[in-house]
């Protein structure tokens, strides 16, 4: 079947970087993206990997490694208004979009 | 340019009624996706739809069921509504499919009672 593996809530200090990892078992892989979703808002594209290594967008960067079926969500200097949950969604065979459900950040001064 | 519309955004059922929600791209797109977000079960994939067509299905029942009109807008309806159909409904749009980025809308907030 198809699985996807996240931490459930994670806890940061405002300034500090945080990794937020997703372990993925799909039927077919045609890249994986990053949605970030605040509270009670739709989700928002943060990034997509389709190829094996690092893609770095301002404080944002995210990494796949497709023969673990793993990536990551890097965020540095984090801001209060990263709180928020990320969700990792690989896409299968079909195009389908895979989602997981998500994990909240929660950033303390 | 304006974002994804959905209509309406909140809305009270009671149990075996049917019920309609519309969803409107961006201008431009071509593609249409369903989902379903329940606290703690992440988004579950319903249809996606691209020129009048439907493309992609997830494993909900029949009674979940779309249709995508050829300005692209898209209706989603649920027929005998169930107490566990109580969920925020999103609708996503994207340029020619899921391989794009998608861009969703607000979501429509079903509560059954």
């Known amino acids: 079947g198809q699985n996807i593996d996240q931490p459930t809530e994670m806890t940061a200090t405002e300034g500090a970087i945080v990794q937020i990892n997703c372990t993925y078992q799909t039927s077919g892989f045609n890249g994986l993206f990053w949605y970030q979703q605040h509270a009670g808002e739709a989700p928002t594209f943060l990034s997509y990997?389709?190829l094996d290594g690092l893609e770095e967008k301002g404080r944002f960067s995210s990494f796949l490694s497709r023969s673990k079926g793993y990536s990551y969500l890097l965020l540095k200097e984090l801001q209060m208004k990263d709180s928020a949950s990320y969700l990792c969604a690989p896409m299968d065979s079909n195009y389908q979009l895979i989602w997981g459900a998500g994990t909240k950040l929660i950033i303390k001064p | 340019k304006a974002g994804v519309t959905q209509t309406p955004r909140y809305l009270i059922k009671t149990r075996g009624q049917q019920v309609t929600l519309s969803c409107s791209p961006i201008s431009g797109h071509r593609s249409v996706s369903w989902y379903q977000q329940t606290p703690g079960q992440g988004l579950q994939f319903l249809f996606e739809y691209f020129s009048e067509t439907q493309r992609n299905k997830g494993n909900f029942p029949g009674r979940f069921s779309g249709r995508q009109f050829s300005n692209s807008r898209s209706e989603m309806n649920v027929s005998t509504l169930e107490l566990g159909d109580s969920a925020l409904y999103l609708c996503?749009?994207?340029?020619?499919?899921?391989?794009?980025?998608?861009?969703f809308g607000p979501g429509t907030r079903l509560t059954v009672t």
């Open positions: 996503a749009s994207s340029l020619a499919s899921t391989s794009y980025e998608q861009y």
């Open positions: 990997n389709v």
